[in-house]
């Protein structure tokens, strides 16, 4: 059985992140979307959002499941069995720190590979971080995220154009 980790803060899961699910998922048996509990940061939303999100976005892909997970990453792959760590890269400045956190992982568990997804092109711009920045100034975010993820970061973000966002889709559902 092929098992696979995708760590990362996923504030929020973005289309990219989905893109590199659902092609890492069509590789293995059990790809784990493990959903890092920082405690040195201050996400948007907290793990069991992010977790309940990623679920949500990945319902059409029956292999896929998410989990949050504090700690090393090598430690969370272990206890789920896995062989694999899933990561996705976008440009040269990715690359630097994903290279630097593969090889340290591979020295403390040279059983566990990292697999690395070079983005969609389309997705090559695309971070959560970005989408927070576009959100919270009334920008429009669903271009990059999955409908329902959109709606939760409107929420976060009750700007005017926001909050009239958010009447219209709920218009448009009744
Ligand atoms: P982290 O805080 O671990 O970087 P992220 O949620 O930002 O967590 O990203 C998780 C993984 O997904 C990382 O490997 C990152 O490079 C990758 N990733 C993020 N956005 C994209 C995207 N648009 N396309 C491809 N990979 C992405």
Redesign the pocket.
Known sequence: MRVAV??????P?????L??MERAASMVDRLIVGV?N?QAKTPLFDTSERVAMIEEAARSLPNVTAQPFEGLTIDFARRNGAQFI?????AIT?FE??LQLAQTNRIMAPEIDTI?????LK???????TVKEVACFGGEIEYFLPPSVAARVYEKYPTQENMKRIAEASHEQN
């Open positions: 995708y760590p990362g803060s996923f504030d899961i973005t289309l990219g992140h893109n590199i890092l920082n899933v990561r996705g890269l976008r990715d720190y994903e690395f997804f070079t983005t969609e997705y090559a711009y695309l971070s959560s971080s």
